[in-house]
């Protein structure tokens, strides 16, 4: 009898039958697994394969040197990310943006599937909720556009509407302005995604048990009471799973958005770790600099993956993702 390295005498007897089946799962989902090819080859091509890359954040990267021959610096780079000013505001501002995001963007998608599931006519909510995904497919240069015509302190719609109210007065510039351009951020972020986002909770809404609804509206509660009791806890899972995609990207808060609506007025309060980057790897071919601040975004990006699982998990042994 061969016995495992475990101890089991089954262990080593068993590993055939696993991978039989294996294989026969394989092959009864063949074209669901033929589906997820291109998928899995984006990710093996466009992420994994050039992690080689990451070498350069310890090293003094010379372009004719190449990435092999270039000097061993070790964390050179990362002290020297840290001792500059302009690394550390964008730090700072990404921080900041980031726990609006996860404050306001984050629940918005929440409030409107629930205020979407609360519409009777099925019509008139298939037209709010077409209505209401239509900013996901344009691009944030054509939203940049858009929000610099109505915001125009001096030919914006805000502007001509005040006008015409009788209001000759100075209108506040919002995208040239400090203390207000993390709003439109916000906001513009809100605007576009919310209602894209929506379509998970919508779909996870579905598949709560009606009688449920029956039985609590049977016993006399209404519809805060119902929202409370059976909508939310149905949610719970949808909702810390994507949480926790959320704070895994809780330093990429949007190197599309802010590059298109940003300018050099606000740059003190909209630099973030993202335009610092692209600034750093296209504009001062630091390249070196570039691939560790993108490094150091990673490692922080997975650290609160794995600590928002941990928490989700002792709180509800059936939440997070593994």
């Keep these: 009898m061969q016995v495992s390295s475990s101890g089991s005498p089954h262990a080593t007897a068993d590993r055939p039958s696993v991978w ?14 033929m589906m997820a090819v291109p998928g899995i080859l984006f990710f093996l091509v466009f992420h994994y394969g050039p992690m080689y890359g990451l070498v350069v954040a310890f090293k ?6 190449g990435i092999f021959a270039s000097d061993w610096v070790g964390f050179d780079n990362f002290r020297t990310l840290f ?13 900041i943006i980031g ?17 979407i599931h609360e519409v ?45 109210l009788g209001y000759d007065g100075a209108v506040a ?22 209602g894209f986002g929506t379509i998970l909770y919508l779909a996870t809404i579905v598949t709560i048990d009606p009688h449920l609804y029956e039985a609590a509206k049977a016993d006399g509660a209404g519809k805060l009471r119902q929202l409370w009791h059976i909508t939310l806890p149905g949610l719970r899972t949808t909702i810390v799973i994507l949480l926790i995609f959320h704070v895994g990207n809780f330093l990429n808060v949007g190197l599309e958005q802010v590059y298109a609506l940003y300018n050099p007025a ?17 504009e001062d071919a630091k390249y070196d600099l570039a691939v560790a601040s993108g490094l150091f975004k990673s490692l922080v990006g997975l650290t609160l993956v794995l600590l928002t699982n941990y928490i989700a998990k002792k709180i509800d042994k059936d939440s997070g993702l593994i």
């Design 266 to 282: 606000v740059y003190q309060v909209s630099e973030i770790l993202d335009t610092y980057l692209y600034k750093l790897a296209f």
């Design 20 to 33: 039989r089946s294996v294989l026969e799962r394989l092959k009864k989902d063949k074209l669901l697994y």
């Design 99 to 115: 726990f609006y995001q996860l404050i306001f963007v984050f629940p918005a998608p929440i409030l409107l599937a629930l205020l």
């Design 120 to 164: 009777v006519h099925s019509g008139y909510r298939r037209f709010i909720q077409t209505v209401i995904y239509l900013p996901h497919f344009v691009s944030w240069i054509v939203i940049g556009s858009i929000l610099y015509a109505i915001l125009s302190p001096t030919t914006g719609v805000v502007k001509e509407i005040a006008s015409w």
């Design 173 to 194: 510039n919002l995208m040239g302005s400090t203390e207000h351009f993390r709003g439109v951020l916000i906001l513009s972020s809100i605007w576009k995604e919310a």
């Design 60 to 65: 003094h990267y010379n372009i004719y040197q």
């Design 83 to 95: 001792d500059m000013s302009g690394f550390r505001r964008a730090l700072a501002n990404t921080v």
